[in-house]
């Protein structure tokens, strides 16, 4: 049937064709002036289109508008880079892990759509710096025809870069941002600032405009001591500290109402000023940090008794394990299995499952024992639990591996914890 409907369709077309050629060349003149005004408009168009993209700067054939930049350029974006990206496309966000290579292919795998960069339009991006890149077709591949109807000629990507070598804009409460800059190794970290606790800061303060109102340099001191959370400094302050290591240092924004409000501070601050500080925790209670201070790193652990003999098994991510263990504070205060009565073992729990993840540095430390065996883990507050803020001793008995239980040596634990209690 279509081939019937076709072969009558190009016989109108002959008999047309046949009756009055100069009908068709009067076609021909006015199909002629409907494309240039076709063409016209399409100029107009693309002129318009364009205009649209005047504000854009040119990197090859990317065009790209700088959306936000922070007021500190930390760590431009190089080669070797590895960084994360927050990317919006449409109603569609998403993030990505990438190095920074010769080529670098941003993907939205829940559209299945790939950007071919090359880094262009992302080199020299800043830490919190927030872009649009004009992108042509040729750079984009789609795994489905409809979302290549959809891009068109060119699309427009919206990226955040929100990460850099492990630095990243975190936005803390009531609208305070801080990037930590040199974070101390959570293995040499024996001590973390909480509420009450005695600090010195050396620092930087400036307004937004880059001016600097002052600093421990100009002082020729740090500006302490000071205790935590007793309102004896900015609440900005409170709230970045809360939490650092001796020795860390970090950039924080903090917005009028954590710093002076309405107030300002005379001619150095106006009211209702935005502060910039670069911060260096450099006193924690008894303890200093100068540039000569070497961190040594805390976390450890040791054996204090052999476990079965021979050892019929070991811990392993793929056991399922039962431990009795006994925390003993720098307060001397204690919890865990031991330090109930009659308490059961914890179990059953694997290295590598959840159970672990809020006691990260518990699972290196019970790896390779033997059924029975008694270690002593010297555990830091951020290997540590949730609520631990200074380096506690762990006592450690491996009581059962799967079906395998260490009966005695579990009754004899017991009792010597009792004894050293």
């Known amino acids: 049937?279509?081939?019937?409907?076709?072969?009558?369709?190009?016989?109108?077309?002959?008999?047309?064709?046949?009756?009055?050629?100069?009908?068709?060349?009067?076609?021909?003149?006015?199909?002629?002036?409907?494309?240039?005004?076709?063409?016209?408009?399409?100029?107009?168009?693309?002129?318009?289109?364009?205009?649209?993209?005047?504000?854009?700067?040119?990197?090859?054939?990317?065009?790209?508008?700088?959306?936000?930049?922070?007021?500190?350029?930390?760590?431009?974006?190089?080669?070797?880079?590895?960084?994360?990206?927050?990317?919006?496309?449409?109603?569609?966000?998403?993030?990505?892990?990438?190095?920074?290579e010769t080529s670098v292919a941003l993907r939205i795998e829940s559209e299945g759509i790939t950007f071919k960069l090359d880094q262009i339009g992302l080199e020299g991006m800043c830490l919190g710096e927030k872009r649009n890149l004009v992108i042509p077709e040729y750079k984009i591949r789609s795994l489905t025809k409809d979302k290549v109807k959809r891009i068109g000629l060119q699309t427009v990507l919206t990226v955040e870069l929100v990460e850099v070598n492990g630095l990243k804009w975190a936005k803390l409460q009531d609208g305070l941002q801080m990037v930590i800059l040199e974070k101390v190794d959570a293995r040499r970290c024996g001590r973390i600032v909480v509420y009450g606790d005695t600090l010195s800061v050396g620092y930087e303060g400036s307004l937004e405009d880059g001016t600097v109102f002052d600093s421990s340099e100009s002082r020729g001191q740090p500006f302490g001591p000071f205790l935590q959370g007793h309102h004896q400094?900015?609440?900005?302050?409170?709230?970045?500290?809360?939490?650092?290591?001796?020795?860390?240092?970090?950039?924080?924004?903090?917005?009028?109402?954590?710093?002076?409000?309405?107030?300002?501070?005379?001619?150095?601050?106006?009211?209702?000023?935005?502060?910039?500080?670069?911060?260096?925790?450099?006193?924690?209670?008894?303890?200093?940090?100068?540039?000569?201070?070497?961190?040594?790193?805390?976390?450890?652990?040791?054996?204090?008794?052999?476990?079965?003999?021979?050892?019929?098994?070991?811990?392993?991510?793929?056991?399922?394990?039962?431990?009795?263990?006994?925390?003993?504070?720098?307060?001397?205060?204690?919890?865990?299995?031991?330090?109930?009565?009659?308490?059961?073992?914890?179990?059953?729990?694997?290295?590598?499952?959840?159970?672990?993840?809020?006691?990260?540095?518990l699972g290196p430390a019970i790896q390779g024992m033997c059924l029975g065996e008694e270690r002593l883990v010297i555990l830091p507050p951020r290997l540590g639990w949730e609520d631990q803020y200074d380096t506690i001793q762990v006592q450690v008995v491996l009581t059962q591996i799967n079906d395998l239980m260490a009966v005695e040596k579990e009754k004899e634990v017991k009792e010597d914890a009792k004894e050293e209690l």
């Open 1 to 100: 049937m279509k081939a019937v409907i076709i072969a009558i369709c190009l016989l109108q077309i002959s008999i047309g064709n046949t009756e009055n050629t100069n009908t068709n060349e009067s076609t021909k003149v006015e199909n002629t002036k409907t494309e240039e005004k076709s063409t016209d408009a399409e100029n107009e168009k693309s002129g318009n289109e364009n205009q649209g993209f005047s504000d854009y700067i040119k990197a090859d054939d990317i065009l790209y508008k700088i959306l936000y930049k922070p007021r500190d350029c930390i760590n431009p974006l190089t080669l070797n880079d590895n960084v994360t990206m927050e990317m919006e496309w449409g109603t569609t966000t998403a993030h990505q892990t990438i190095t920074m």
């Open 233 to 361: 400094i900015i609440r900005g302050y409170e709230i970045a500290l809360e939490g650092r290591c001796l020795g860390e240092r970090f950039k924080m924004i903090v917005p009028p109402h954590l710093a002076y409000g309405d107030r300002g501070v005379g001619d150095l601050i106006p009211p209702d000023a935005t502060l910039y500080f670069d911060v260096r925790l450099v006193q924690l209670n008894n303890d200093y940090w100068t540039n000569e201070t070497e961190t040594k790193d805390v976390y450890s652990w040791e054996k204090l008794k052999e476990g079965d003999i021979p050892c019929e098994a070991i811990a392993t991510n793929e056991a399922d394990l039962y431990i009795h263990y006994l925390a003993i504070g720098s307060d001397d205060t204690e919890f865990g299995t031991l330090a109930e009565e009659n308490g059961s073992p914890y179990g059953p729990f694997r290295l590598d499952g959840p159970e672990l993840v809020k006691v990260p540095g």
